[in-house]
C-alpha cells in the first residue's frame, strides 16, 4: 500500500483548504455507493463536522451560477457522505425556494437546509409520489428517465452535528430530496426504485410532484 493510498478520502477533503467539487464525487459503479453506510457516533470527530459543513458547502458553491461554472459543478440540492467515499451516514440537503413571480428573490432562501447525521426514515405515508421530471444523481452521469417511486410523506429522524435530536415532517420536493439522500447511506441508487418495464406508470393514488 503506498502512503497515498493510507490517507482517506475523510481526511483529504475535510481539510481546512478543500473545497468539494465534481472530482471528489464517485461515480456509479464504485462500490461505497452500493454498501450500507456505517451509523456515526457522537461526540462526532472535528473531521466529521468539517466533512459536513463543507457538504453544505458544495451545495451552495454548486447553485451559484458564477461559481459553479467556475469550479466545473453540476448543480446539486443535496449530497450524501458515501457518494464522497465516506461510507457513513451523513447526508447534506439544501432546497432552494424559487423567486416570487416578478422574480424577486424569496423571503426566505430556502425551504430546507441541513446536515443529517443518522438519519432515518422513523414513519411515511401509505402514498406514494414520484417527481413529474424523474430524478438525477451527483453519481449519475446519464439520464435515467421515468418515476421514481417514493413515500409522497416521511418522518425523519436526524442529529445534528450537536448530538441534538431532531424529528421533522416533510412532504413534496423536500421529502423526495430526503428520501433520495438516505438511500444513498442504504446502498440504493434513485434507478432501483423505477419500474423498468414500464417506467411511466402512474400507480393509483400516487402523487405526481411537478
Ligand atoms: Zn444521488
Redesign the pocket.
Known amino acids: 500500500m503506498s502512503v497515498i493510498e493510507k490517507n482517506t478520502a475523510i481526511d483529504r477533503i475535510s481539510k481546512a483548504a478543500h473545497l468539494i467539487d465534481m472530482s471528489d464525487i464517485i461515480r456509479e459503479g464504485h462500490p461505497t455507493l452500493r454498501a450500507l453506510a456505517e451509523e456515526v457516533t457522537f461526540p462526532l470527530s472535528e473531521q466529521e463536522v468539517i466533512l459536513g459543513e463543507k457538504m453544505l458547502q458544495f451545495l451552495k458553491h454548486s447553485q451559484d451560477p458564477v461559481t459553479a461554472e467556475k469550479m466545473g459543478l453540476r448543480g446539486g440540492v443535496g449530497l450524501?457522505a458515501p457518494?464522497l467515499d465516506i461510507s457513513k451516514r451523513i447526508i447534506a440537503v439544501l432546497v432552494p425556494n424559487a423567486p416570487d413571480e416578478e422574480g424577486n428573490p424569496p423571503k426566505e432562501a430556502y425551504s430546507l437546509q441541513a446536515v443529517m447525521y443518522n438519519p432515518k426514515i422513523v414513519a411515511h405515508s401509505v402514498q406514494d409520489a414520484a417527481l413529474a421530471d424523474g430524478e438525477g444523481?451527483?453519481?449519475v452521469d446519464r439520464e435515467v428517465p421515468g418515476y421514481v417511486i417514493r413515500h409522497a410523506r416521511v418522518t425523519v429522524d436526524y442529529f445534528d452535528k450537536d448530538g441534538q435530536k431532531h424529528r421533522i415532517k416533510l412532504k413534496g420536493y423536500n421529502s423526495i430530496v430526503v428520501q433520495?439522500e438516505i438511500d444513498?447511506t442504504n446502498g440504493v441508487m434513485?434507478y432501483d426504485r423505477i419500474d423498468e418495464k414500464d417506467p411511466f406508470a402512474v400507480k393509483e393514488g400516487m402523487l405526481v410532484i411537478e
Do not use: G
Open positions: 450524501a457518494q444523481c451527483l453519481s433520495h444513498h434513485f
